[in-house]
């Protein structure tokens, strides 16, 4: 059998609830959006009734049309998969063979990694500069005749910051390696990348899991040209999303004003949250939903405390690329914050 990294999810409240004995736990830990989907979104599925019949072909194409209208995007350039994680699937599928090579910049999601070893390929890790923006010349000299896809992640998870358009495109128009952008919390963000998607060898990809509050509809986009879009859907699955997941976002695109105001709250409280923690610990700025911060205590067992107070964060310490310190808090309602910064505070005052 392969051997691939184990991706390791956080603890869900319930488990939490139980091995603490704890009534109230906050979740912080899966850059989840506290505030739920559209009101929209939640009338059309009470109203769903076709679960015996496979999706059907016209409500895919209706959504490609809502998001081309969203991104300004012509929709033979769009495809629709189950989630980030099922575009990238398919797009490793198509571009990566055993031995090929796959850049990643360090330390990021921690998916890419774990396709790039069920591909048989071979990771090329990266560090990233002490901003934690990619470093452009590495990158640059790290690709070979190999070298087949090279991530991109903006705003990147787990550190929060975006990268300089120059900076993507010098790469991309320097080598014929596809650029896979991902920009699953580009809602958040102050720009985006998405004037890069006109090159050939550029995939930008997106989610409702995010600033949509679809997370477990599991549907996402993508933006790449119409040449890679005609191979794409010649290895997707027959039915990659939902008829349920396909009407919940296009219900979210026709309630835009839903989504934004869940960005506002959450980078308000983002801010908020900023600087709660920039006296206690060493906090990076964000341009995403949750910020990232390392303190003088292990992040393993600074998670583990602040769980037996009923707060769950995510512990980034076995992220590649991480120090043993880094842990990583989505940004929740304001009492949830409050929660965690008062056990924090409880627990970094021993
Ligand atoms: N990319 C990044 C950077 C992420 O953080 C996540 C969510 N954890 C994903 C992709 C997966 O998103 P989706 O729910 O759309 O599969």
Do not use: W
């Not at 963000?189 to 930008?204: F, G, H, P, Q």
């Not at 995510?314 to 309602?333: E, L």
């Amino acid at each position: 059998m392969k051997k691939i990294p184990e991706y390791v999810p956080g603890k869900s409240i319930d488990e939490v609830k139980r091995l603490f004995g704890l009534k109230k736990v906050v979740k912080l830990a899966s850059n989840e959006n506290p505030y739920g989907p559209s009101p929209k979104v939640l009338e059309v599925l009470r109203s769903f009734d076709k679960f015996h019949i496979y999706p059907s072909p016209s409500e895919m194409e209706e959504l490609i049309e809502r998001i081309s209208e969203y991104l300004g995007v012509e929709g033979e350039r769009i495809v629709i998969g189950a989630g980030i994680d099922g575009i990238l699937e398919n797009v490793f599928k198509m571009f990566v063979d055993p031995l090929d090579e796959v850049v990643i910049p360090i330390p990021s999601f921690p998916y890419y990694h774990t396709l790039t070893s069920v591909m048989n390929g071979k990771e090329i890790r990266v560090r990233r500069k002490g901003n934690f923006q990619i470093d452009e010349e590495a990158i640059l000299n790290s690709i070979t005749e190999k070298t087949k896809i090279i991530i991109v992640c903006s705003p990147n998870n787990p550190t929060g910051n975006i990268e300089d358009a120059d900076t993507v495109r010098a790469i991309v128009e320097s080598c014929n390696a596809l650029v896979f952008i991902d920009e699953a919390y580009a809602e958040f963000a102050s720009r985006d990348l998405l004037e890069l998607s006109e090159y050939e060898n550029v995939v930008i990809a997106r989610t409702f899991s995010k600033a949509f509050g679809l997370a477990n509809l599991r549907i996402g986009y993508a933006v790449m040209s119409s040449e890679l879009k005609k191979a794409y859907m010649k290895v997707t699955t027959p039915f990659p999303v939902s008829s349920i997941a396909i009407l919940a976002a296009i219900a979210s695109l026709e309630d835009l004003r839903h989504m934004r105001s869940c960005v506002e709250k959450i980078r308000a409280e983002r801010a908020r949250l900023y600087a709660g923690l920039k006296d206690r610990v060493k906090v990076c700025p964000s341009e995403a939903n949750f910020l990232f911060f390392e303190s003088l205590m292990k992040a393993s067992e600074l998670a583990e405390e602040l769980m037996k107070r009923g707060v769950i964060v995510r512990d980034c310490s076995k992220f590649v690329g991480c120090s043993p310190f880094s842990v990583r808090v989505s940004i929740g309602r304001r009492e949830e914050n409050d929660e965690f910064l008062k056990a924090l505070d409880e627990v970094l005052r021993g």
